[in-house]
């Protein structure tokens, strides 16, 4: 658990970190497209490490040192596959594409992931159906193998952003053209895009949120790629500062042209920002702030990740906010470990809730009940008087890089016991 004290005069500047949403399909594709891949600016988080030790179980060759990946897939053997880390990742339905076109056939776990809701994997498993391979589902394991298909076939992702990335990769094993329809445009696509691209692969791209990928030709043997910084750590630390920054903090690689829909928002609740140089974000300590409702969507709406860090400005909010979550029906569950700090939060429905502020938090004992809500009582508790204590931080090692070395270096008092 974490033990966090007040804090409210948080002082000098942070760099984001690169996207953990970004990474793991880079490195799943790297199984696809090359022998030789080197990535950078990978974070330093459990999901990663996890990747490298299935990895390493096929007998590729991995190097992971100062936030660079070396992977040689050159000689690689399903003799010792080994599954059993990386099947509590959802991500790990990404190897699909790669296992398929190395040995013709695919066998994995049904995909884990955050308990946020039902997040039924029918545009994953329909789509490679319908680019013509073939799928069977025994005793909890998803099984694919190639049938061979060298059809143009167009395939609808609705708007799924795992499903997008994953159909993309299943295309690119294809001599044929395959016209992915309703496609999610989230910045971590666009960076796949680019690495298979660079790996030879023509990819066209139209505003109606299609993305089409052409046949298989030759591909190089060698490949260099950079993940780019998380825009959602950002809009994390974006909430922070407005909360609990002496004066105001600057932040590094903040990626502002992903954020439009949620600096919005922020703006209409009062919390001022500065855009400076190079992509950097000035956010000041908000005094006063307004109630305001938002509406999670796909990209570039409001992100549904960062609406649990948003409701806890929406505790120091005067007047009732309310939050609409669109996507995931378990997403606003979490909301009642408020209730522990002095809150009192309504859950409408599944999708709909209301907050009622300003309130001024008390300190406690919480629990996270996935990913994002645990950042989120981690934010409130660093706001709320007196000393609290975080549950279930496992989640930190999956989505940050070094997060207690950062707030301490903030003057965040906070410790891990």
């Known amino acids: ?43 330093n988080i459990l ?8 990895y390493e179980s096929l007998w590729a060759k991995a190097e992971f040192k100062n ?17 059993t880390k990386i099947a509590r990742t959802r991500a790990w339905i990404y190897f699909i594409a790669g296992l398929l076109h190395r040995f013709w056939k695919a066998e994995i776990p049904f995909p884990a992931g955050d308990k946020i809701g039902k997040r039924p994997i029918d545009e994953h498993i329909n789509g490679y159906k ?14 694919f193998w190639w049938k061979g298909s060298t059809h143009d076939v167009s395939i609808t992702a609705y708007f799924a952003v795992t499903a997008t990335a994953n159909l993309i990769m299943g295309a690119v094993g ?22 298979l691209r660079q790996a030879w692969i023509t990819i066209d791209i139209r505003y109606d949120h299609t993305i089409i990928v052409h046949g298989w030709g ?18 994390t630390f974006i909430i922070l500062w407005a909360l609990a920054s002496k004066q105001y903090i600057d932040i590094h690689k903040a990626r502002i042209s992903d954020l439009w829909a949620f600096l919005y928002k922020l703006h209409e609740a009062w919390v001022k920002t500065k855009n400076l ?12 702030l307004s109630a305001v409702n938002i509406q999670t969507n796909i990209f570039p709406g409001f992100p549904t990740d960062l609406m649990p860090l948003f409701t806890v400005l929406m505790t120091q909010c005067t007047g009732t906010s309310r939050v609409h979550e669109i996507l995931y029906e ?30 001024a938090l008390q300190w406690n004992r919480v629990n996270s009940w996935d990913l994002r809500s645990w950042a989120a009582m981690v934010l409130a508790a660093l706001i709320s008087s007196g000393e609290s204590y975080v549950d279930n931080v496992y989640w930190i090692n999956r989505w940050y890089d070094d997060f207690l070395g950062k707030l301490n270096k903030l003057w965040a008092r906070i410790e891990e016991i």
Not at 132 to 143: G, I
Request: some cysteine; glycine content about 2%; charged content about 25%.
């Open 1 to 43: 658990m974490f033990h966090i004290k007040e804090s409210r005069n948080l002082e000098w500047s942070i760099t984001i970190d690169w996207s953990k949403n970004a990474a793991l399909p880079l490195l799943a594709a790297a199984l696809l497209i090359s022998w030789k891949v080197h990535l950078t600016n990978v974070p």
């Open 47 to 54: 999901d990663v490490h996890d990747f490298l030790h299935f």
């Open 67 to 83: 936030h660079e990946i070396f992977l040689d897939c050159s000689s690689i053997s399903l003799e010792n596959i080994d599954t």
């Open 130 to 143: 319908d680019m013509w391979y073939k799928y069977e589902e025994n005793n909890d394991m998803l099984r």
């Open 174 to 195: 294809r001599k044929a053209t395959t016209t992915i329809e309703l496609a999610a445009f989230e910045p971590h696509i666009f960076n796949l895009i680019d690495m």
């Open 218 to 235: 030759t591909l190089k043997e060698e490949i260099k790629h950079e993940v780019i910084s998380d825009y959602l750590q950002s809009g």
């Open 277 to 288: 140089w190079n992509d950097t974000l000035r956010v000041f300590r908000a005094h006063e």
């Open 330 to 359: 378990g997403r606003l569950n979490w909301l009642v470990e408020y209730e522990r700090l002095g809150a009192s939060p309504r859950i409408i429905n599944l999708h709909e809730a209301k907050i009622t502020g300003p309130i």
